[in-house]
């Protein structure tokens, strides 16, 4: 079974930045599409990055474009978020996730979850 643990959030000054860190474990990551996701106070959870298992597509929420970039290691069973120039309204518990197959960067296409790091970001 595979399981995904998310680390490297945590209180950043606007304008910052952080790079997520999404392990797996149980089985390779190498075949599965994998999303970065986030849930805000109130607010239900939305996609904010996705790559699939080629690399050759990626999508970027438009919040988010141009600031933040997704990539993996499959060599080391491992995605990344890296977070530049981060707003208030970034602050959220960020979510990986990976599914075999998806057709969209939306939270119920993807079958396998890690439970979340909290990013902050507050002056």
């Known amino acids: 079974q595979l399981q995904l643990v998310e680390s490297g959030g945590g209180l950043v000054q606007p304008g910052g930045s952080l790079r997520l860190t999404c392990a797996a474990s149980g089985f390779t990551l190498e075949p599965y599409a994998i999303g970065w996701f986030r849930q805000a106070p109130g607010k239900e959870r939305e996609g904010v990055s996705c790559?699939?298992?080629?690399?050759?597509?990626?999508y970027y929420a438009d919040s988010v474009k141009g600031r933040f970039s997704i990539s993996r290691d499959n060599a080391k069973n491992t995605a990344y978020l890296q977070m530049n120039s981060l707003k208030f309204e970034d602050t959220a518990v960020y979510y990986c996730a990976a599914d075999p197959w998806v057709a969209d960067c939306d939270p119920s296409d993807f079958g396998s979850w890690g439970h979340g790091t909290q990013v902050t970001v507050s002056s």
């Open positions: 790559i699939s298992h080629s690399e050759g597509s990626t």
